[in-house]
């Protein structure tokens, strides 16, 4: 009977401990990756204090900066939104290199799994020739690989990486 107790209580123990801070911060994750033109070629980012929302990142479109701040704004525990997110310039040789790096990215087999998802884990910014990666992958092997590949790119100036190991959750 202790047992059944305790599994039945398990569940509430774990929804008591996630703080309203916690919760603020899934539910601006989940509104943010619902953007219906948030893509490959689009960083968005945040930070939770109290019930101000800060948005960053980078977009090509200045819709997907509206509709984020749109997104955030309609959580009912968020007061303000400080909408940081900056919408690149248009130029074709950047738009060029999106592409051109995307293929070189996705095409390599042991990357290709990345972009099976609904939105890529590997986000590829351009501004101006520089290349920045955004995002999450499985290990440094596929981390370094994705930035030699996207090194490998004509009209790239460099390439920065801000990708981060995904750790399973347990």
Do not use: W
Not at 11 to 36: D, G, H, K, N
Not at 45 to 70: D, F, H, I, M, W
Request: net charge positive.
């Amino acid at each position: 009977m202790k047992k059944l107790a305790i599994a039945l209580c398990l569940p509430l123990l774990c929804l008591a401990q996630s703080t309203p801070q916690a919760r603020m911060e899934r539910a601006v994750q989940r509104e943010l990756v619902m953007v219906p033109q948030y893509g490959v070629f689009d960083h968005l980012a945040y930070q939770v204090n109290g019930r101000t929302v800060t948005l960053t990142g980078s977009v090509t479109r200045p819709v997907t900066k509206l509709n984020a701040e749109r997104n955030v704004k309609s959580i009912e525990a968020v007061e303000k939104v400080d909408n940081k997110i900056t919408v690149l310039p248009i130029y074709a040789a950047d738009d060029a290199i999106r592409l051109a790096v995307y293929r070189a990215i996705y095409g390599a087999p042991a990357l290709e799994r990345y972009a099976l998802q609904a939105v890529p884990s590997i986000h590829i910014i351009v501004n101006n020739g520089s290349v920045t990666l955004e995002g999450a992958v499985a290990n440094k092997a596929d981390a370094d690989m994705a930035v030699i590949r996207a090194k490998t790119v004509s009209g790239v100036f460099g390439v920065t990486s801000h990708l981060k190991l995904d750790t399973p959750t347990r």
